[in-house]
């Protein structure tokens, strides 16, 4: 399978604790496959990043540079895996990645918690549903900003 296809099949990327509470990473795929990787999220999105045919570096300091920041942008992958940052834990420990990273063509609909002040993200396919801490309103805008990256590199 080319690299290309690997990454327009991914969903999502969490980071997880294993039983020893080690980081690893948790991945969710398209056809609604789990798969646990013994890397922390960081560690697992270095390698992933290879994968893509696009020069992933470049296209997230373009994007920092337009958006004037540098934290929670999305990573632009692919045309079709545009991966956006959602808080979905609280880390127990130094060093413990709080943000997990969701495809923007995987997120079905995003709903607002009922009793979190966080969102739920239902994924489209896999029908996994993501509780995050992000608020909702922060949600929408960091779909909408990674549309923006979609048409500013991707020409959609």
């Given at each position: 399978?080319?690299?290309?296809?690997?990454?327009?099949?991914?969903?999502?990327?969490?980071?997880?604790?294993?039983t020893?509470?080690a980081?690893?990473?948790?991945?969710?795929?398209?056809?609604?496959?789990?798969?646990?990787?013994?890397?922390?999220?960081?560690?697992?999105?270095?390698?992933?990043?290879?994968?893509?045919?696009?020069?992933?570096?470049?296209?997230?300091?373009?994007?920092?540079?337009?958006?004037?920041?540098?934290?929670?942008?999305?990573?632009?992958?692919?045309?079709?895996?545009?991966?956006?940052?959602?808080?979905?834990?609280?880390?127990?420990?130094?060093?413990?990645?709080?943000?997990?990273?969701?495809?923007?063509?995987s997120?079905?609909?995003?709903?607002?918690?009922?009793?979190?002040?966080?969102?739920?993200?239902?994924?489209?396919?896999?029908?996994?549903?993501?509780?995050?801490?992000?608020?909702?309103?922060?949600?929408?805008?960091?779909?909408?900003?990674?549309?923006?990256?979609?048409?500013?590199?991707?020409?959609?």
């Open positions: 399978m080319s690299s290309l296809l690997l990454l327009d099949k991914l969903s999502a990327a969490l980071p997880s604790y294993d020893n509470g980081n690893i990473t948790s991945t969710i795929w398209s056809d609604g496959t789990h798969k646990t990787h013994d890397q922390s999220l960081k560690n697992w999105l270095h390698e992933i990043k290879m994968h893509s045919p696009y020069n992933v570096n470049l296209l997230k300091t373009k994007t920092e540079n337009f958006f004037a920041r540098k934290q929670l942008l999305p990573i632009p992958l692919s045309p079709n895996c545009i991966l956006i940052p959602f808080k979905v834990r609280r880390p127990i420990g130094e060093n413990d990645g709080a943000y997990g990273y969701i495809a923007l063509d997120i079905e609909t995003i709903e607002e918690a009922a009793i979190t002040s966080g969102a739920t993200i239902i994924l489209k396919n896999s029908r996994n549903i993501i509780p995050v801490l992000t608020k909702y309103d922060k949600c929408k805008q960091h779909v909408a900003i990674a549309n923006v990256v979609r048409n500013q590199y991707f020409d959609f």
